[in-house]
């Protein structure tokens, strides 16, 4: 993916502070292909109507190259036949919260967007919002039944060119796979279990997909049925990593696929070894869905956990991202590649 935020300010987007965005208009500042500037002012409208044009904004991001958006921007000045941004941000009056934000944006855009990501930063109780946004590989996206790209440093309506070549590039359904921790308790022997579902969604409203199979690993926890005889065989490396190896036929629309699991292992150990952490990875994919994977690091040693409800061990989380994404973050080439599969 690529680190829009480090390319304008320096830091990641989960690091930026107010300083950072109020220095960045010190000097005058220019919106491009790349990156949007949005002032929050009643002359936009009310607050649903200025969140709608930061929405419209973010879905041309999508069509294009991706970019950042900051709503709470100065307001633009022309001079010179050019508009600029310079000076005092217009910060937005409102705080929402960041899973309404992106439940918003999500409801708003079809087909589902993803890899939107915002911070939200707070100054003197006003806020500014921070959208970090990749080029999708499931447009055209749409608000309102109109598709938008990025065009000359604008939001504009896409032309029929653009739309007509986003719908003939290859495409594929926009497979998204999950790990909810279900229960917490006690085993046999001392030890403890953690019940976990494994949910696989297609979210394409047009794709179905077929052929689907995943695997789950946990290095420091054995999987219960690997230790029965008549289910061992869909288990491996030990106990250690589960398959589904009854491959899901198709999988519709918003039809979500589950399965549960049981870990079991032994907290002091765990806490010998590990300092009490815990890592789950999720492979998936499927007939025309390149492969992806959501890795999940959780804590056991962080108070009490909850028998029914142990989300609160999770301390990071990072779903749904292609596999050929981290290889580009690693520096993975195909050169390099070959040569530690080849040996030549």
Not at 2 to 30: M, W
Not at 101 to 127: A, C, F, H, M, R
Request: charged fraction near 20%; hydrophobic fraction near 35%.
């Amino acid at each position: 993916m690529d680190n829009y935020s480090h390319q304008y300010f320096g830091k990641n987007l989960e690091d930026l502070v107010f300083r950072d965005i109020s220095d960045f208009f010190v000097a005058e500042k220019e919106e491009s292909d790349k990156i949007e500037f949005k002032a929050f002012h009643p002359q936009y409208g009310n607050f649903n109507r200025n969140l709608e044009g930061v929405i419209r904004g973010i879905c041309a991001f999508l069509n294009s190259n991706g970019g950042i958006l900051i709503w709470g921007a100065p307001l633009g000045q022309t001079v010179s036949d050019r508009t600029i941004f310079q000076g005092a941000l217009s910060l937005v009056d409102q705080l929402i919260e960041k899973d309404t934000l992106i439940s918003k944006i999500s409801d708003s855009i079809t087909p589902l967007p993803v890899n939107v990501k915002v911070q939200t930063i707070e100054n003197g109780g006003n806020y500014l919002y921070i959208f970090e946004v990749q080029k999708s590989n499931y447009s055209p996206h749409q608000l309102k039944n109109i598709y938008y790209a990025r065009l000359d440093g604008q939001t504009k309506p896409a032309p029929h060119y653009l739309i007509d070549a986003l719908f003939k590039k290859v495409s594929y359904p926009n497979i998204e796979g999950f790990i909810n921790l279900d229960r917490f308790g006690n085993a046999d022997n001392g030890n403890v279990f953690l019940d976990i579902s494994i949910i696989i969604i297609n979210f394409s409203e047009l794709q179905n997909e077929q052929d689907i199979s995943y695997r789950l690993i946990c290095g420091q926890a054995v999987f219960a049925g690997s230790l029965n005889p008549q289910t061992a065989r869909h288990y491996s490396l030990q106990g250690h990593q589960y398959t589904n190896r009854n491959h899901i036929d198709i999988l519709h629309f918003g039809a979500p696929e589950m399965n549960s699991q049981k870990l079991i292992f032994n907290l002091e150990n765990l806490a010998d070894e590990n300092n009490y952490e815990m890592d789950l990875v999720l492979f998936f994919g499927g007939k025309k869905s390149p492969l992806k994977f959501s890795e999940y690091k959780l804590n056991f040693g962080n108070g009490p956990i909850s028998a029914e409800n142990p989300v609160g061990l999770i301390t990071n989380v990072e779903e749904n991202v292609l596999t050929s994404e981290k290889q580009k973050a690693f520096g993975t080439t195909r050169e390099n590649l070959l040569d530690s599969i080849l040996k030549r």
